[in-house]
């Protein structure tokens, strides 16, 4: 269990002062992968670096697994070496002078266990991480994926109760970022240790994570499981941020139990109203959500607008058709080949269930 309540912290740059991390709640359950999205600068590595000690924050509380590490108020500063975690910071690789096994059993060196248990414990994370075989191998001879794998090692050797990850595949190409971003899953599920990630890949946060905490300018503004915080959106940054969206600002209006967004394109019927029911909001529109088709569909009229097709982007697996409606642009994307050519006039359908609606907070 991590708990982080009411966490603020302040640097000192020049005369000036500015605050990387404003207030920020959350908590991950026993075995847990949490991720920490946002862009870059948004206080994502100090949040980790104020879990593991290494950044004292100006207020708010740490708790690691039921114990009190950090408090402002209480005055209460565990040191980092005595929190019981395992750190994987983008920025600390592997010790280049020290072959792979020396690497992997430093954290139990300096914690003075005895031999025995030392090539022991080693020799089950390195066959974890699938490095077995490679023991005295020099550390800087390995292959980018492999000296990841044993940064991972290290940080697990001593069996700790937390693991915090700091954009630890931002380094490796596309796809091994996507095979070592598995194996990661997969081991940290087996080892069932709770891990606290950290990313501005909302890709990489959406496959990894059991709960995802979308942030901003130092501010944690969404929490929940990846496809709660894809489907429903509270937040315009989260709409925007997490996976691709139309977002057409519109008035919410509910008549009969029926709620209706009116958007400079035209009208939508909403099942997914967000809880709310009249007002100025955002309209959020997935591109796989979007239907194209020639043909007039044979409807009410409700939910179905006509366009211009004005370019289709063919990018292997699927197509994105880019279609203007009175003035906008709107994404839509489809299998393969999947969409008539550029030009043509079209229809484009919108499924009620998936017409989000998201209230127009003071971030939109
Ligand atoms: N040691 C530091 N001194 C001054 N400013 C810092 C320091 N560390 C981080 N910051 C600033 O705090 C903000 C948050 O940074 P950081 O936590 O590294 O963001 P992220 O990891 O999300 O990219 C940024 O504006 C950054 O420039
Ligand atoms: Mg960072």
């Not at 501005?200 to 496809?227: K, N, Y």
């Not at 969206?245 to 019927?269: D, F, K, Q, W, Y």
């Not at 004005?310 to 489809?334: I, N, W």
């Not at 998201?358 to 939109?364: C, E, H, I, K, S």
């Amino acid at each position: 269990m991590v708990r982080v309540e009411g966490l603020t912290k302040h640097f000192r740059v020049g005369n000036r002062t500015i605050q990387a991390v404003g207030g920020v709640t959350f908590s991950i359950p026993q075995g847990a992968f949490f991720t920490l999205l946002g862009p870059s600068g948004c206080g994502k590595t100090t949040i980790l670096r104020c879990i593991a000690g290494l950044e004292q924050p100006d207020a708010g509380e740490v708790w690691l697994d039921e114990r009190l590490v950090y408090s402002h108020s209480r005055g209460t500063a565990i040191p980092p070496h005595r929190r019981d975690l395992g750190v994987v910071f983008q920025s600390y690789a592997i010790w280049p002078h020290m072959t792979v096994y020396e690497n992997a059993a430093f954290p139990l060196e300096v914690r003075r266990r005895p031999g025995g248990e030392v090539r022991r414990r080693v020799r089950e994370v390195l066959e974890l991480v699938g490095l077995d075989g490679l023991e005295a191998r020099p550390a800087p001879s390995l292959s980018g994926g492999q000296q990841q794998r044993l940064a991972l090692a290290r940080a697990l050797v001593h069996a700790p109760k937390v693991l915090l990850l700091d954009e630890p595949l931002s380094n490796l190409d596309a796809k091994l970022r996507e095979q070592l971003g598995r194996e990661l899953k997969s081991i940290q599920r087996r080892v069932g240790v709770t891990t606290c990630y950290v990313t501005h890949d909302q890709a990489e946060a959406l496959t990894l994570s059991d709960v995802v905490g979308v942030m901003t300018e130092g501010r944690l503004i969404q929490t929940g499981p990846p496809r709660e915080v894809y489907a429903h959106p509270h937040d315009p940054f989260v709409a925007w941020f997490v996976g691709a969206a139309n977002l057409l600002p519109g008035r919410l209006e509910t008549v009969n139990g029926i709620a209706m967004v009116t958007t400079a394109c035209g009208s939508l019927r909403c099942a997914s109203p967000n809880g709310l029911s009249s007002g100025e909001v955002l309209l959020c529109l997935r591109p796989e959500d979007i239907k194209i088709v020639t043909d007039r569909p044979v409807t009410d009229g409700l939910n179905v607008w006509s366009g211009i097709l004005e370019d289709v982007v063919f990018s292997g697996e699927s197509s994105e058709a880019y279609v203007r409606v009175t003035g906008t642009t709107l994404r839509a994307r489809g299998a393969g080949a999947a969409f008539p050519p550029a030009g043509t006039t079209v229809y484009v359908v919108f499924p009620p269930e998936r017409c989000v609606v998201v209230p127009r907070g003071a971030a939109g």
